[in-house]
């Protein structure tokens, strides 16, 4: 029973959080990583007879764990965000440049 409640409150906390800005993947993965390390710390604290305490550490460690591979995904999805702006710059660069070549194509043609 103590695991279902301390599931509810996380679950509960991560849904009001949710609702107020976007998530982050840094905090996506943290949330992630806390309901799946508490639920793993529940299940272990109670082969020993201490589920609640289990299911604290565990979120606890889950959330750390969580929000640091939530940081890694965050920062690729920046890098990958940066590329892309790269890669739009290019293209636009070379379409003025296609169209300067036309226009002095047609200059030219033109005496």
Do not use: H, W
């Not at 806390?34 to 020993?48: K, M, T």
């Not at 939530?70 to 892309?84: P, S």
């Not at 710059?89 to 036309?102: D, I, M, T, V, Y």
């Amino acid at each position: 029973m103590k695991i279902l409640a301390a599931t509810m409150a996380v679950m509960l906390a991560i849904v009001l959080a949710g609702c107020s800005t976007p998530l982050t993947t840094r905090e996506k993965g943290a949330g992630i990583g806390a309901l799946g390390g508490a639920a793993v710390g529940g299940i272990i604290g109670s082969a020993v007879g201490r589920p609640g305490v289990g299911a604290a550490i565990g979120g606890a460690l889950g959330l750390g764990t969580g929000a640091l591979i939530g940081d890694q995904f965050q920062g690729q999805e920046q890098r990958q965000q940066e590329q892309q702006r790269q890669v739009d710059q290019n293209q636009a660069e070379l379409e003025r440049q296609r169209k300067e070549l036309e226009r002095l194509k047609k200059q030219q043609g033109e005496y």
